[in-house]
T-cell receptor, first 112, second 115 residues
Framework: KQEVTQIPAALSVPEGENLVLNCSFT??????LQWFRQDPGKGLTSLLL?????REQTSGRLNASLDKSSGRSTLYIAASQPGDSATYLC???????????FGGGTRLMVKP | ETGVTQTPRHLVMGMTNKKSLKCEQH?????MYWYKQSAKKPLELMFV???????ENNSVPSRFSPECPNSSHLFLHLHTLQPEDSALYLC??????????????FGPGTRLTVT
């Protein structure tokens, strides 16, 4: 059974810092990996999707990397802003179609 | 309306009530999903529909009953729930249920409280 772990569970940084969020998964037989953002009490917003054949994806200040063989992904946020404060979720899609297995999330607070 | 919408946004119900959650997607997708997000637990997949057919039931208790009348609408019928069923229920959609290549788009969720 696939298990997804995100470290750290919570992170507080001053504005302007570059930061890295980590995601690990136990079964490397994945089809893709998605990073989401969730604001308190809200739904999920898709940030980046990396296919299993890709190594990274970039969108603006966000860069996600995937090392499928070691079961790891990182989300790099450059020049963090208070508006980046949210919970970041990592999810992997396994062999059984498009069913996502989620990690517990990293709660990020960027202080002005 | 665009994207994935869910109604109601908040729901309080007693354990003997019957209620329904509604999800609608305006993206032309053919796969729809129900997820449950409880406090301090990872998001859990509940049900999956592809072209109106249920393809996945993730060992969900029968007090939760999904319905997908067409590719744009998904319902979750609730009856005789327990307080531990209180959670944020999220709906999502994707183009289809292929082998994991399609991005999922989520609605804002329904915050359910069972008293």
């Amino acid at each position: 059974k696939q298990e997804v772990t995100q470290i750290p569970a919570a992170l507080s940084v001053p504005e302007g810092e570059n930061l890295v969020l980590n995601c690990s998964f136990t079964d490397s037989a994945i089809y893709n990996l998605q990073w989401f953002r969730q604001d308190p009490g809200k739904g999920l917003t898709s940030l980046l999707l990396i296919q299993s054949s890709q190594r990274e994806q970039t969108s603006g200040r966000l860069n996600a990397s995937l090392d499928k063989s070691s079961g790891r992904s990182t989300l790099y946020i450059a020049a963090s802003q208070p508006g980046d404060s949210a919970t970041y979720l990592c999810a992997v899609s396994g062999n059984a179609g498009n069913m996502l297995t989620f990690g517990g999330g990293t709660r990020l607070m960027v202080k002005p | 309306e665009t994207g994935v919408t869910q109604t109601p946004r908040h729901l309080v119900m007693g354990m003997t009530n019957k209620k329904s959650l509604k999800c609608e997607q305006h993206l032309g997708h053919n796969a729809m999903y129900w997820y449950k997000q409880s406090a301090k637990k990872p998001l859990e997949l509940m049900f999956v529909y592809n072209f109106k057919e249920q393809t996945e039931n993730n060992s969900v208790p029968s007090r939760f009953s999904p319905e997908c009348p067409n590719s744009s609408h998904l319902f979750l019928h609730l009856h005789t729930l327990q307080p531990e069923d209180s959670a944020l229920y999220l709906c999502a959609s994707s183009r289809t249920l292929s082998e994991g290549s399609y991005e999922q788009y989520f609605g804002p969720g329904t915050r359910l409280t069972v008293t």
